[in-house]
């Protein structure tokens, strides 16, 4: 069993920064792919980044790339997303999930462990 949990979401002004964080536990997760994915009011969820499990390949959604960087440090079993730039369209609550049996991201029907999202609000 892997517990997920994130933190550090809030409400942000629109140009301003936000650093969300994932702390997975239960399980050799510097092992595992490990990915954020967001859901916006009203709208189904979305990929935003991947990393894999060393932290050498990174994935990110067209609308993000330039503006957010995905990072982990596995002696703490943490994964972050540094989220710069910040839009109105980012609000969202974001959610953080884990690929047990891949340590590279292979899509969202790989992960196998989520957690309960974090929101951030993004005002214009």
């Known amino acids: 069993q892997v517990q997920v949990v994130e933190s550090g979401g809030g409400l942000v002004q629109a140009g301003g920064s936000l650093r969300v964080s994932c702390a997975a536990s239960?399980?050799?997760?510097?092992?595992?792919?490990m990915a954020w994915f967001r859901q916006a009011p009203g709208k189904e969820r979305e990929f935003v980044a991947a990393?894999?499990?060393?932290?050498?390949?990174?994935y990110y959604v067209d609308s993000v790339k330039g503006r957010f960087t995905i990072s982990r440090d596995n002696a703490k079993n943490t994964i972050y997303l540094q989220m710069n730039s910040l839009k109105p369209e980012d609000t969202a609550v974001y959610y953080c999930?884990?690929?047990?049996?891949?340590?590279?991201?292979?899509?969202?029907?790989?992960?196998?462990?989520w957690g309960k999202g974090t929101l951030v609000t993004v005002s214009s």
């Open positions: 999930a884990v690929d047990t049996s891949s340590g590279d991201y292979i899509g969202p029907n790989g992960m196998d462990y």
């Open positions: 239960g399980h050799t997760v510097s092992t595992a792919a």
């Open positions: 990393i894999n499990w060393s932290g050498s390949v990174t």
